[in-house]
């Protein structure tokens, strides 16, 4: 659960860096619903697809390759595996690049071939086809790219690919819920909805006692616009933030989730199947604390074997989850809260950990193994999939990923903690995304972070002092230095985010 808490609303305002995101407002002859429109860009063409297969089958072996829908973050990592298997690789963008708004993307001039889909599933399907080579699978490189490698996988007829039916809910977060609780496995109380008048009677209804409440986009990620609330005008105030607004992946939000705050631990589970065999590659336990202003703010997060019940119980919940969203083939990253009734779904991405894959590193040398690799293996290489176990013991070394906190706003001069971070024991790599000269913000959520470090000893002592010891420095400011610690101006968005 990513988000912010509403009690600052007055004075708050969104860094410049998402400022810039244009809003749009829906016409004022939008009408309220409950419900979820498939847009015309994932539907796939309607009649047979026999002759597209067979067109696809017709390529020879000697040409295998691998289209990525949406190649940005993790993806770009996904890109590169492949290239590194010997295949060819297809990148297709789910809209322009120019569209993308926040994301990036430096896989310029690597691809064999690149194919912007125009909103007609067929007509991409076709240019796909059209290459000189036999794309044995389409992969989803980040959230955005979800539901159109679902249907390229369907109208191309590919093997493993997962049913069309519901690929809306991989991406939904209330269809999602929905989804998962009609299959008998527990899912948060929630609703969704494009009128306010919808939200308030449901938590007249409701009524959460104490009043905590968590509002954000139904279609994001990065923690996007989430808002934890503690009264009904708070909760009004996020919903009209949200509602109608660009979210971080370039799209218009069509309505507000509205759901039950969870208590308790949050982890990450990282699968990938083939076939309905789901394989736990790797588990996280988040680290949340207030900063900022924000109530639940990424510190970092710790890679953890199955090592107690409450990983095994972590496993099978997921392996549920993904059962009931018929997510069968390809990677899956799903955020979980333990609560002290059992784990709870916050969502579950059909793609893999993003975060720019950073983190592989870490589980590469915790367990010998990683979700990128394991993700391509699951499609063309099944008897490397099927050496994997079915959930990660016994780390051969200790990893965390620290999440730079910025508690200042600022124009960078210098970097002086970066020495002594570089020099700790532990440290292994950084990826920072700030630079002397560029602005940094206060971190309220992924966007705003201005990087991170990896840890990795054989010791989890080490790691954990080292840890600690990076945070120690960002919060007494000898992280980075400033030119000014004034804020920067930014355009007001509602409710504090946290």
């Known amino acids: 659960q990513r988000g912010t808490s509403s009690s600052e609303a007055a004075g708050r305002h969104r860094p410049a860096a998402l400022a810039r995101r244009r809003r749009r407002r829906r016409s004022s002859s939008s009408s309220s619903s409950s419900s979820n429109r498939r847009s015309k860009s994932q539907a796939p063409r309607q009649g047979s697809t026999t002759a597209m297969a067979a067109m696809v089958e017709s ?16 993806g770009e990592l996904l890109a590169e595996r492949v290239k590194h298997a010997g295949l060819k690789l297809v990148l297709v963008y789910s809209q322009s690049k120019q569209a993308t708004g926040v994301w990036s993307n430096s896989l310029d001039g690597f691809a064999d071939a690149e194919i912007v889909h125009c909103g007609d599933i067929a007509r991409t399907a076709a240019a796909i086809v059209a290459l000189d080579f036999k794309v044995e699978c389409v992969i989803p490189g980040a959230e955005c790219g979800v539901n159109v490698a679902d249907a390229l996988m369907e109208e191309l007829q590919l093997d493993r690919r997962n049913p069309l039916n519901l690929s809306i809910a991989r991406r939904n977060k209330w269809l999602q819920h929905e989804t998962v609780r009609a299959a008998g496995v527990r899912a948060a109380k929630q609703i969704l909805a494009t009128e306010w008048e919808h939200v308030e009677q449901f938590i007249l209804d409701w009524n959460p006692t104490p009043f905590k409440v968590i509002v954000k986009p139904n279609q994001s990620a990065g923690s996007d616009d989430v808002f934890l609330c503690a009264n009904m005008q708070e909760t009004k105030a996020a919903f009209d933030c949200i509602n109608g607004a660009i979210n971080s992946c370039g799209e218009t939000n069509e309505g507000v989730l509205v759901m039950e705050y969870l208590e308790g631990r949050e982890y990450v589970v990282d699968s990938v199947s083939r076939d309905g065999d789901h394989k736990v590659v790797a588990i996280w336990k988040y680290d949340k604390r207030k900063a900022n202003g924000q109530f639940n703010v990424y510190f970092g997060m710790e890679i953890c074997s199955v090592a107690s019940d409450l990983e095994l119980e972590l496993v099978q919940y997921s392996n549920n989850v993904l059962d009931a969203l018929h997510i069968h083939n390809g990677p899956s990253h799903m955020e979980i809260i333990v609560t002290p009734t059992g784990p709870c779904l916050v969502e579950v991405g059909a793609r893999c950990h993003g975060g720019h894959g950073t983190w592989a590193t870490i589980s590469t040398a915790a367990f010998g193994y ?73 971190t309220i959520d992924l966007f705003t972070m201005p990087g991170r470090v990896q840890l990795l000893h054989a010791s989890k002592v080490q790691v954990d002092e080292d840890y600690e010891y990076i945070h120690s420095l960002l919060e007494n400011g000898d992280m980075f230095e400033l030119v000014s610690g004034k804020e920067l101006e930014a355009q007001p968005a509602g409710p504090a985010e946290e």
């Not at 390529?59 to 993790?74: G, N, W, Y």
């Not at 906190?405 to 970066?418: A, E, F, Q």
């Not at 570089?422 to 002397?436: E, F, N, R, T």
């Open 59 to 74: 390529k020879t072996a000697e040409t295998r390759a691998i289209a990525i829908v949406d190649a940005f973050s993790t």
């Open 370 to 442: 990683n979700q990128i690799d394991a993700t391509i293996d699951s499609y063309v290489d099944e008897e490397r999939f099927n050496v994997l176990p079915a959930y990660p013991v016994a780390p051969e070394n200790y990893g965390k990923e620290v999440f730079l906190v910025s508690y200042r706003s600022g124009i960078v001069r210098d970097m002086p903690g970066m020495d002594r971070v570089q020099a700790l024991p532990s440290y292994i790599a950084k990826d920072l995304g700030v630079k002397i000269g560029h602005e940094l913000y206060k």
